[in-house]
T-cell receptor, first 114, second 116 residues
Framework: EAQVTQNPRYLITVTGKKLTVTCSQN?????MSWYRQDPGLGLRQIYY???????DKGDVPEGYKVSRKEKRNFPLILESPSPNQTSLYFC?????????????FGPGTRLTVT | AQSVSQHNHHVILSEAASLELGCNYS??????LFWYVQYPGQHLQLLLK??????LVKGIKGFEAEFIKSKFSFNLRKPSVQWSDTAEYFC??????????????FGQGTTLQVKP
């Protein structure tokens, strides 16, 4: 089954404690992105990757890091989480092909930073 | 800057009422357009998409949208809503052309509540 998976689905942590949210896709997509969803703001792109070892900042990259060492994985790293990073995070993947960059979303990770 | 604006933030309808959710975008070039739906507690699912051709596109669950290029709009419609359509709806635009990164720009979302 074609899918994007994220782990963990729920995470409560404390300020400053480094964490990683994993994302994996099995569709051989070149493009992967991370978004955060906040009430009234919709989804905002944090980082994106056009292929292995190619990443760039989205609209709200501050406080986040990413890496793309393998095509299927795109982890999101919060080196020193702060309460303003409490949010719902979605990973997505897409392919240029015929899908016109239609993005497939993971189930989301709800992060709470206290 | 590129942006997407959804006019209605919260819509309440009774079952069988007709639905139209507005979406406008600001980008002068070619775009791909999408509507996504997020049911309570779930991830985003694609409702429909427009790439080219017939500006009236049909999606899943009886939804359709019309692309009006001159108005930079991509409004979502459904003739008769059901209680199960209660969800949050997002309009999204993918700017096309050189430097395309597959980036999606989302609107703020519209929460639809359908009363039985």
């Amino acid at each position: 089954e074609a899918q994007v998976t994220q782990n963990p689905r729920y995470l409560i942590t404390v300020t400053g404690k480094k964490l990683t949210v994993t994302c994996s896709q099995n569709m051989n997509h070149e493009y992967m992105s991370w978004y955060r969803q906040d009430p009234g703001l919709g989804l905002r792109q944090i980082y994106y990757s056009m292929n292995v070892e190619v990443t760039d900042k989205g609209d709200v990259p501050e406080g986040y890091k990413v890496s793309r060492k393998e095509k299927r994985n795109f982890p999101l790293i919060l080196e020193s989480p702060s309460p303003n990073q409490t949010s719902l995070y979605f990973c997505a993947s897409s392919s240029a092909g015929t899908s016109g960059y239609e993005q497939y979303f993971g189930p989301g990770t709800r992060l709470t930073v206290t | 800057a590129q942006s997407v604006s959804q006019h209605n933030h919260h819509v309440i309808l009774s079952e069988a009422a007709s639905l139209e959710l507005g979406c406008n975008y600001s980008y002068g070039g070619t775009v791909n357009l999408f509507w996504y739906v997020q049911y309570p507690g779930q991830h985003l699912q694609l409702l429909l998409k427009y790439f080219s051709g017939d500006p009236l596109v049909k999606g899943i669950k009886g939804f359709e949208a019309e692309f009006i290029k001159s108005k930079f709009s991509f409004n979502l419609r459904k003739p008769s809503v059901q209680w199960s359509d209660t969800a949050e709806y997002f309009c999204a635009v993918s700017p096309y052309g050189s430097g395309n990164t597959g980036k999606l720009i989302f609107g703020q979302g519209t929460t639809l509540q359908v009363k039985p």
